[in-house]
């Protein structure tokens, strides 16, 4: 291999690397300020919470999925827009079901 390839290549994995690490680190940030912002704001205790995963995809760019112990089969979604944490959708965790009720809906603040 030519030496100015070995540098390209050392290069693109050194980015690679380091772009994951910092998406890596974004998410546990995004993950740990939803958890805070349960625990703190909403008065949910950590055993509350079954599963808490954060997502970057199409609309909304950044979202996380919250699972609670009690209803492990809705998935509740929360964002995080100029400091203010909301929830903004929910659905089950598989299928679908109208006539489902769940249980931890929270009303938006105006």
């Given at each position: ?78 964002r ?7 929830q ?5 965790v ?17």
């Amino acid at each position: 291999m030519k030496k100015r390839t070995k540098i390209i290549l050392v290069t693109l994995i050194i980015v690679y690397g380091v772009a994951s690490l910092a998406l890596h680190s974004f998410r546990n940030q995004m993950n740990n300020e939803i958890i805070h912002y349960l625990v703190d704001a909403r008065d949910y205790k950590n055993e509350d919470l079954y599963k808490v995963y954060t997502q970057i995809g199409k609309a909304p760019v950044v979202s996380t999925t919250v699972i609670f112990a009690d209803e492990p089969n809705a998935r509740y979604f929360y964002r995080k827009e100029k400091d203010l944490i909301y929830q903004y959708s929910m659905a089950p965790v598989k299928g679908s079901d109208p006539k489902y009720t769940y249980k931890h809906i929270e009303e938006r603040l105006p």
